[in-house]
Antibody
Framework: EVQLQESGPGLVKPSQSLSLTCSVT????????WGWIRKFPGNKMEWMGY???????SYNPSLKSRISITRDTSKNQFFLQLNSVTTEDTATYYC?????????WGQGVMVTVSS | DIVLTQAPLSVSVTPGESASISCRSS???????????LYWYLQKPGKSPQLLIY???NLASGVPDRFSGSGSETDFTLKISKVETEDVGVYYC?????????FGAGTKLELK
């Protein structure tokens, strides 16, 4: 069974970088696409970007140059880095596999940006 | 960006009755390959979003057939027949036709 698990700090200070890890079991990240999606307080959902089976990436232009998604195929993990965070980046962050749509999701990690 | 407008934003349903949620797209979601890239998700309280419907009308694995999706190129409907207590949560439509992928604002389903 495909399983995804996010990990990372739950509190980040403004202007610093947010770094999260998604660990995948039951499926290789060298197949399909693997993405990050966040849900803001109040239900709004935002696709942040994804990394493909080959390592190419696509990002939401709203995040401009602040975002980077990378991977470690030896550990079957992929990563999110979001730079220069503000309080507006406070959200629950999910990693997910893109198959028929985003069909497998992690349980999510809540990240608060606050000094 | 493609804007998805959901209606209503909240709905209260008696168990056993039916419910419908609408999703309107600002642009056709029909691809050149003839696939309509509209998806429906349910986020139950305290859980991750789960895929209900893919490509407008296809039931995802493990999803009860009480759920169904239909629509055209820009107007879509999720129907839940005989709502059960486990159907409570927030329903989202999403488009994966073009970047950036976008989601509707969500429809909260509650029980009467």
């Amino acid at each position: 069974e495909v399983q995804l698990q996010e990990s990372g700090p739950g509190l980040v200070k403004p202007s610093q970088s947010l770094s999260l890890t998604c660990s995948v079991t039951g499926y290789s990240i060298t197949s399909n696409y693997w993405g990050w999606i966040r849900k803001f307080p109040g239900n709004k959902m935002e696709w942040m970007g994804y990394i493909s089976y080959s390592g190419s990436t696509s990002y939401n232009p709203s995040l401009k140059s602040r975002i980077s998604i990378t991977r470690d195929t030896s550990k079957n993990q992929f990563f999110l880095q979001l730079n220069s965070v503000t309080t507006e980046d406070t959200a629950t962050y999910y990693c997910a596999r893109y198959g028929q749509g985003f069909d497998y999701w992690g349980q999510g990690v809540m990240v608060t940006v606050s000094s | 960006d493609i804007v998805l407008t959901q209606a209503p934003l909240s709905v209260s349903v008696t168990p056993g009755e039916s419910a419908s949620i609408s999703c309107r797209s600002s642009k056709s979601l029909l691809s050149s390959k003839g696939i309509t890239s509209l998806y429906w998700y349910l986020q139950k309280p305290g859980k991750s979003p789960q895929l209900l419907i893919y490509r407008m009308s296809n039931l995802a694995s493990g999803v009860p057939d009480r759920f169904s999706g239909s629509g055209s190129e820009t107007d879509f409907t999720l129907k839940i027949s005989k709502v059960e207590t486990e159907d409570v949560g927030v329903y989202y439509c999403a488009q994966f036709l073009e970047y950036p992928y976008t989601f509707g604002a969500g429809t909260k389903l509650e029980l009467k």
